[in-house]
């Protein structure tokens, strides 16, 4: 069974930086949208980025500026820089790849990300 292996997660203080990644452990053939989501305790999963196979990005408006969503598609990798970070920011971090055709989603185990001083 396909796994979504995310990597990159930590502890940094508010102002920092850090990058995720998120690789397939097999070839996925056709994977149209890449994303990244987000849990903060108490709160329900949101969007916070999403590209497509053809590089169109979307974002959440209150990391809009400031996260920078990309893929590569030969490696089934997509990879979220995160800048300036804000204690607003701390969740866990989900990778998912959606296959349209298939309509099938696979999810990571989800990664943990904390901004504090």
């Known amino acids: 069974q396909v796994q979504l292996v995310e990597s990159g997660g930590g502890l940094v203080q508010p102002g920092g930086s850090l990058r995720l990644s998120c690789a397939a452990s097999e070839t996925i053939r056709g994977i149209n949208t890449m994303g990244w989501y987000r849990q903060a305790p108490g709160k329900e999963r949101e969007l916070v980025a999403v590209?497509?196979?053809?590089?169109?990005?979307n974002y959440a408006d209150s990391v809009k500026g400031r996260f920078t969503i990309s893929r590569d598609n030969a490696k089934n990798t997509v990879f979220l820089q995160m800048n300036s970070l804000k204690p607003e920011d701390t969740a866990v971090y989900y990778c998912?790849?959606?296959?349209?055709?298939?309509?099938?989603?696979?999810w990571g185990q989800g990664t943990q990300v904390t901004v504090s001083s």
């Open positions: 998912n790849f959606y296959r349209a055709f298939y309509r099938r989603n696979y």
């Open positions: 590209i497509s196979s053809g590089g169109t990005t």
